[in-house]
């Protein structure tokens, strides 16, 4: 018989009345009706072709077809639980891993995962760079922190609000654009073009020019006084999202490391 064609249910409720020979003790183990439990066997039988219980003035009695393959079955069931509680584990290892695009990672993630490490000892965390394609399963990510317009198809809470700085030199800088694969084409040519927002920054930083940049992004650098925004932060479509499918998004690790870096 095919895998896909088992009859789980059955096989469970077959496993709880052989144990109480009582077809209304195993609708109680089971929290189901004891005509629940008669009709599953009856189904059963049909399917198998045998007769797994007689009916006897004392009770019920396994007949010898059942008796057969009640060791086999409980055994089964044993390796369930014991698959299931090895995957259970999985959700409470100490390892973290995190896909983020580099920029983000050094300018925001980095700051705030060392000061949850502090607190917890325990954990360790595997930082992996992605940018737009992630394959959740492929890479065995727990989470994922993406500039995007939304979750996309995954479960997700947003970092910040959307919105664009620009930034030059804490003491001034040429008008000059410093491009970036982030960042809308200007109508000037650029002095620099950079692999990413925090290298934008950074060439500011250094005199470069101008960088418009995510304010998330610019935040820590404008706060320690290496670079100065230059007007107002502007709306943007983007924001930064902290996402994962639902299996990873209901990790106990995976909740308490999101509510830590949005607190």
């Not at 009345?17 to 009582?22: G, I, N, T, V, Y």
């Not at 973290?96 to 000892?121: E, G, H």
């Not at 479960?155 to 410093?178: F, M, N």
């Not at 902290?242 to 106990?252: C, E, H, S």
Request: net charge negative.
């Amino acid at each position: 018989m095919k895998r896909t064609h088992l009859p789980l249910n059955g096989l469970r409720v077959l496993d709880a009345a052989a144990r109480h020979l009582s077809f209304t003790r195993a609708a109680d183990e089971l929290a189901v009706t004891p005509a629940a439990v008669g009709q599953q066997i009856r189904a059963l039988e049909d399917m198998l072709g045998v007769v797994l219980f007689r009916r006897t003035p004392k009770g019920l009695e396994l007949t010898p077809e059942t008796e057969a393959g009640l060791e086999a079955l409980r055994a089964g069931f044993l390796q369930f639980e014991e698959a299931v509680r090895a995957m259970q584990a999985g959700q409470s290892s100490s390892a973290l891993t995190i896909a983020a695009p580099r920029d983000i990672t050094a300018k925001w993630l980095q700051p705030r995962l060392a000061a949850y490490a502090a607190s917890q000892p325990d954990l360790t965390f595997q930082l992996v760079a992605a940018d737009d394609a992630l394959d959740f399963t492929e890479a065995n990510l727990d989470l994922a922190l993406r500039l995007a317009d939304g979750p996309g198809e995954h479960e997700g809470v947003k970092i910040g609000e959307p919105a664009y700085v620009t930034v030059e030199a804490a003491t001034g800088g040429p008008d000059l654009r410093i491009d970036w694969p982030g960042c809308a084409a200007g109508d000037r040519p650029a002095v620099i073009r950079v692999a990413d927002g925090g290298l934008a920054i950074e060439a500011a930083a250094n005199g470069f020019g101008r960088a418009r940049v995510p304010q998330l992004l610019a935040h820590a650098d404008i706060a320690a006084g290496r670079v100065r925004q230059v007007g107002e932060a502007a709306p943007a479509l983007l924001a930064y999202w902290l996402i994962a499918p639902l299996p990873q998004w209901r990790q106990k690790k995976v909740k308490a490391l999101v509510e830590a870096l949005t607190a």
